[in-house]
């Protein structure tokens, strides 16, 4: 389940919001069902949180290949980040690493941007899925 949350935002012109909101209901049925009891709470749900970690870095090697199959060599790329987790107001600064000696193909440019992932499931009356994905800079 995801955590609950409260997001609005008044400043910005789209005025964005996102509720995670659970709750427990309790109904007690007595004999006289005049009497019947009711109860209801706000559940808030927190999940686990994320270790902070300094320098983080992650990395990756593809094999490159032209025409589907003529092999060019390896290209390897890694990024390395300040931290691992940001908060709205800070800025977060990525050094982008491109090691393409093993590679016969020239590197021409690189491409870096923050994505903005969000996925709506519902079940029930049929499962639907929505994902919602959004560039937040380049």
Known sequence: MPSSINFKDTGVR???KAKVKYYVKTTVHCANKHENMKYKQILAIREPPVPFKMN???AEESKITTWCCIDQGVSKMWAAYEKNIYTPQEVAKAMIHVDNSACTLAVTRVKFFVEQRCTIRTRGFG???HTYVKKLAY
């Open 56 to 58: 983080e870095q992650q």
């Open 14 to 16: 789209e005025r964005p």
């Open 127 to 129: 499962n639907h899925s």
